[in-house]
């Protein structure tokens, strides 16, 4: 069994963790029902839609990582869950861990992974979290990452949308930056401005279809929409095949202490920049939108 073969790699490797990701409800309750597989590295992921009982859960004794719903690359979903797994105290910074899943949407495993979160990823699937993740900001940069990856995967009305938003350092932000169009979250409370609700996230949704970036304060406050970048552009030499809302979004990050989540229109990509570089790419599986 594939999942008894990923302990054996886990043991011999040292890895700490093993994360097993399952995509539907029957395949969890088959796990939680299969005592003999509850070992202490494994890590359940989980899409966030899929309604599991937290007393079910709890019995089993198995750690939990709510993973976005929609579908990813399997690379992008293992950066993701690291991501998740770190913000909800499941793994450590630094920790090696194993990854059982299988393509995304099915229920078959057929892939082991191993990854050591101490070293940078390949240039072709950059990840490099560390400081990242010790961001103060860490969890309002994860709400947006899953704003961008509904944008990335869906677009809005059918049509492929991309747009930047920029977190923290909000007043050097603002002060590198201008209107584009009239600021639609100008004149609001503060309380009524944050991206843990709902409403503001279907507005920044709709709002991401305007030219210029998203402005996110640190406390996740909605600051503005529709501002446009003045930081120098990095070039392009420096992030090749990336266009100029990419340069834009590295060159707000080397001038200020902010990190820049991008969508890609073409592709549906999110990457995510600081201190001038891209710190991480995640790939959201297109299927239901037009290009």
């Given at each position: 069994m594939i999942i008894e073969n990923a302990l054996r790699l886990a043991d011999a490797t040292a890895s700490q963790k093993l994360?097993?990701?399952l995509s539907s409800r029957s395949h969890v309750l088959w796990f939680l029902k299969t005592r003999q597989l509850h070992h202490d590295p494994i890590v359940l992921v989980i899409p966030r839609n899929i309604e599991i009982a937290a007393a079910e859960v709890k019995q089993a004794g198995v750690p939990v990582i709510r993973n976005w719903?929609?579908?990813?690359?399997?690379?992008?979903?293992?950066?993701?869950?690291?991501?998740h797994g770190v913000l909800q105290n499941v793994i450590s910074i630094d920790c090696k861990v194993v990854c059982v899943l299988g393509p995304s949407g099915k229920r078959h495993l057929d892939t082991i992974t191993i990854h050591d979160l101490t070293h940078s990823w390949s240039e072709d699937f950059p990840f490099d979290a560390h400081s990242l993740i010790k961001n103060p900001a860490f969890p309002v940069i994860m709400a947006t990452i899953d704003i961008a990856l509904d944008i990335g995967a869906l677009g809005r009305e059918g049509k492929s949308v991309g747009t930047t938003f920029v977190i923290g350092d909000e007043k050097n932000v603002l002060e590198t930056s201008h209107q584009l169009v009239f600021n639609p979250f100008k004149g609001y409370p503060k309380r009524e401005r944050n991206i843990t609700r709902s409403e503001v996230v279907?507005?920044?949704?709709?709002?991401?279809?305007?030219?210029?970036?998203?402005?996110?304060?640190?406390?996740g406050t909605v600051e503005a929409a529709g501002r446009h970048l003045d930081a120098e552009r990095?070039?392009?030499?420096?992030?090749?095949?990336?266009?100029?809302?990419?340069?834009?979004a590295a060159g707000i990050t080397r001038r200020t202490a902010a990190v820049a989540v991008v969508v890609s229109e073409s592709t549906g990509t999110v990457t995510i920049f600081e201190k001038g570089a891209v710190a991480a790419t995640l790939e959201p599986l297109i299927s239901r939108r037009v290009v």
């Open positions: 994360l097993l990701f719903s929609g579908n990813q690359t399997r690379f992008s979903r293992i950066k993701y869950a690291f991501l279907e507005s920044i949704k709709e709002l991401c279809q305007l030219d210029g970036a998203i402005i996110i304060a640190a406390d990095v070039s392009a030499k420096k992030l090749r095949g990336l266009g100029s809302r990419h340069r834009s």
